[in-house]
């Protein structure tokens, strides 16, 4: 079928022209301000990308199959689903293994596994043959084990660690050079750069930089190259900025690639073997079914960015440990994707967006020049002693955490819409802990604080919202009052009134009065008076942050809420003065 037709409804068009189509709909509004999105890597985004904008990207010349292909090694986009085994007797883990490959696991990988014997090696994997396995937590005495193991038995399919090779170089090398092509001994946690705080391009630089200085310590003690690099998997945490994670992985196979060939190393060894996890960091512990929704969008990227194995977290995962319901929708998510969703079946089907490019081609630069400012420091392991990779990680985990609290970065169900009648105190397993930090700690404290109150008095603070007088602005402001605090896990009610006696009726432990900037004065000096009169002494709010700011105050109003209030400190402090303890 011709396509000339439809082509010609949609004439070329200047990128002059788009730019006075849209100063004309911004009728004088910032350009900058309205459309240009400042990300937290640094790259100002563009409302659109055009062909002009991919000129000279380098990366766009490699063919399928090439090392610096971003494409990766395979021909589809299939990944294999792995998923994670918590259990330590190798008997038990054995048997949940084996269910969760009849289940549609691909890869299984065994988290706690306790091996003390080739006995207890051989027990876990029973049965396991053909199936990719992975031992996060090994030391050096499993290793040996299964160097002993694969000497001595062939292996159907690679066997992998979690192992960090930088920990004891030695070791690493001697281990290099013992094992067989079925073991990919090491692995280099980029993931926990990701749920420290990194931005996507810190992510990529410094687990580069870890690579290279493990590189460099193999090629330092003789080892061949090729095996060193075959020798390494990336473990990577997906984080909830979709394109920016497609082109994480894609510019890290990129670097990898690079790196690899300034070593000497083969085409074949430098392709990059990565494993991609959801991120812990952005979980909430309320309203925790968006969570499946994050993970799901999660291993979207991941898959679609061409990694090699993916896990999606059980949603519960931050507040307990999962059941089997849990791990079974974290497991189905995965099914549904390759399976329903097909995307499986291309490789690298964002090759060619303009934007997704551009990216890329940005944290690929980026990631390089960490990488090169890392080395000529002294390496990855005298940044990581001398403190200034924690100083790096602290300041961008301090920018992440203050989007969060101010609200600029939004957690449905946690910092906004927050649902008023869900309770998580029950739920929570005190002695379950990942280990990790999150995003909404702060905010989910707020609201388990105000639920241990009420469970222990049997009452929960009560805020009025009460609008009053101007339609428009009173409706928009006990809105955001009403969502302001909701974070704290107040019992909230919103009611329209007409006289400031009706108000100072109602029952309330705070009175938020949502109006417009010109009626503030003259109700808050009347309802004021009106307590003042019956002996009352419950506290009044104002929602916005008006003028006549001082004067409201001389009036006796207590606080204000606003745009630009820290939910936080004044949630905190008025959890203190209506009687909520530790």
Not at 62 to 80: E, F, I, K, M
Not at 261 to 267: A, H, L, P, Q, Y
Not at 470 to 492: E, L, N, Q, W, Y
Request: proline letters at 3%; aromatic letters at 8%.
């Amino acid at each position: 079928m011709s396509t000339d037709n439809l082509l010609q409804e949609f004439p070329p068009l200047s990128t002059q022209a788009w730019e006075e189509a849209i100063a004309k709909d911004l009728k004088g509004s910032a350009y900058g301000k309205k459309l240009i999105w400042q990300t937290e890597e640094g790259l100002a985004v563009k409302p659109y990308y055009r062909t002009e904008d991919v000129l000279g990207l380098l990366h766009l010349d490699g063919a399928h199959g090439d090392p610096l292909c971003l494409r990766g090694a395979q021909s589809t986009g299939n990944w294999r689903i792995r998923e994670e085994i918590d259990l330590a007797d190798p008997e038990e883990a054995n048997l949940s293994a084996r269910h969760a490959v009849a289940a549609g696991a691909e890869e299984i990988a065994f988290c706690n596994v306790q091996i003390h014997h080739a006995s207890d090696l051989g027990m876990l994997l029973a049965g396991l043959q053909e199936i990719p396995v992975n031992f996060e937590n090994a030391k050096e005495p499993l290793l040996r084990l299964l160097i002993e193991r694969l000497n001595t038995q062939k292996a159907t399919s690679r066997i992998g660690t979690g192992f960090d090779p930088l920990t004891n170089v030695d070791f690493a090398a001697e281990l290099v050079r013992a094992a067989t092509p079925a073991l990919v001994p090491f692995a280099i946690h980029g993931g926990e750069f990701e749920e420290s705080g990194a931005t996507a391009v810190e992510e990529v630089g410094l687990t580069l930089a870890a690579a290279v200085d493990f590189l460099s310590e193999m090629q330092a003690r003789k080892v061949n190259i090729d095996r060193a690099a075959a020798s390494i998997a990336f473990r990577f945490a997906i984080g909830s900025n979709f394109f920016f994670q497609m082109a994480k992985f894609r510019a890290f196979r990129l670097l990898w690639a690079q790196v690899v060939e300034r070593f000497g190393g083969s085409n074949e060894s430098a392709r990059a073997l990565i494993h991609a996890r959801t991120s812990r960091w952005n979980k909430t512990v309320y309203d925790p079914h968006v969570n499946i929704l994050r993970g799901t969008t999660e291993a979207m990227s991941a898959a679609l960015g061409g990694v090699d194995s993916i896990t999606v977290a059980a949603f519960d995962e931050c507040y307990k440990m999962p059941d089997e319901a849990s791990r079974r929708l974290a497991r189905n998510t995965q099914i549904l994707l390759k399976q329903e969703a097909l995307l499986s079946r291309v490789a690298d089907p964002g090759a060619g967006s303009y934007y997704l490019e551009v990216v890329t081609d940005f944290i690929a630069r980026e990631g390089w020049k960490l990488m090169q400012k890392i080395e000529g420091a002294g390496g990855y392991r005298k940044a990581q002693m001398d403190g200034q990779m924690q100083r790096m990680l602290e300041q961008s985990l301090a920018a992440k955490e203050k989007a969060v609290e101010s609200r600029r970065r939004i957690f449905t169900g946690t910092n906004d819409f927050a649902n008023l009648a869900e309770k998580a105190l029950d739920r929570i397993d005190s002695s379950h802990s990942t280990g990790h930090r999150r995003a909404t700690e702060s905010y989910e404290e707020l609201r388990l604080r105000t639920e241990r109150h009420a469970a222990r008095t049997g009452k929960c603070p009560r805020v009025l919202l009460a609008e009053f007088g101007d339609v428009k602005m009173r409706t928009a402001r006990s809105g955001f009052a009403a969502s302001f605090f909701a974070c704290a896990g107040f019992d909230i009610v919103t009611l329209q009134f007409h006289s400031v006696d009706d108000i100072a009726a109602e029952d309330a432990d705070l009175i938020v009065m949502c109006s417009s900037d010109a009626e503030y004065l003259s109700l808050a000096t009347e309802l004021s008076s009106r307590f003042h009169a019956i002996g009352r002494t419950t506290p009044i709010v104002i929602a916005g942050n008006p003028d006549t700011a001082e004067q409201l105050r001389a009036a006796g109003v207590a606080d204000f809420v606003h745009i630009r209030s820290n939910p936080i400190e004044v949630l905190t402090k008025w959890q203190q003065r209506l009687g909520i303890e530790e």
